[in-house]
Antibody, heavy 122, light 110 residues
């Protein structure tokens, strides 16, 4: 069955860096756009970043632009989020999510991972 | 860009119907038919319930329906069941390859 599994979360000091991974299985990863979405403790969902199926386009929320980088390795069926210059307000569960359209962009998420917690604290 | 506006909470009795609103602007909800809705139970990942304003993914109960009028999208749940108690989030494409979520609505089934 289709599955997304995030990893790489943990505790990091303000100003530090962390790289999240999302391993995909059960579908042709290289055919779908992917996203990162986060949720601060007790708060709502926030879209973070998007990457086209072939990695040719990447877009970011203003809150992370210039600090976070989304990437993918289609040969490894894996999505990444490199997070630099981390702030306390970046503390959240980070979910990876899959777009529904093959070789296109539907701008909605039909499959989510279980998330990985990132805590930015000294 | 500001988050879409949802009521913080709604409630309804078993078997009744409820509607959750999601208000945006003419730059997001009002101009694009790319509104989706997600259900999230505590400690779980969100689940897609509605996409493209009113389309329902296979496997989602037909008790869930979506609509849009002007800058406001709505999610209606009919025949409320205990398992519908959850948080619900709307999401809209907002142009320039960006997405906006609503603040979320906590549904309580009485």
């Amino acid at each position: 069955q289709m599955q997304l599994v995030e990893s790489g979360g943990g505790v990091v000091q303000p100003g530090g860096s962390l790289r999240l991974s999302c391993a995909a299985s059960g579908f042709t990863f290289s055919s779908y756009a992917m996203y990162w979405v986060r949720q601060a403790p007790g708060k709502g969902l926030e879209w973070v970043a998007f990457i086209r199926y072939d990695g040719s386009d990447k877009y970011y929320a203003d809150s992370v632009k210039g600090r976070f980088t989304i990437s993918r390795d289609n040969s490894k069926n894996t999505l990444y989020l490199q997070m630099n210059s981390l702030r306390a307000e970046d503390t959240a569960v980070y979910y990876c999510a899959k777009d529904s359209l093959i070789l296109g962009i539907g701008w909605y998420f039909d499959l989510w991972g279980r998330g990985t917690l990132v805590t930015v604290s000294s | 860009q500001s988050a879409l506006t949802q009521p913080a909470s709604v409630s309804g009795s078993l078997g009744q119907s409820i509607t959750i609103s999601c208000t945006g602007t003419s730059s997001d909800v009002g101009i694009y038919n790319l509104v989706s809705w997600y259900q999230q139970h505590p400690g779980k990942a969100p689940k897609l319930m509605i996409y493209e304003v009113s389309e329902r993914p296979s496997g989602v109960s037909n008790r869930f329906s979506g609509s849009k009028s002007g800058n406001t999208a709505s999610l209606t749940i009919s025949g409320l069941q205990a398992e519908d108690e959850a948080d619900y989030y709307c999401c809209s494409y907002a142009g320039s390859s960006t997405l906006l979520f609503g603040g979320g609505t906590k549904l309580t089934v009485l």
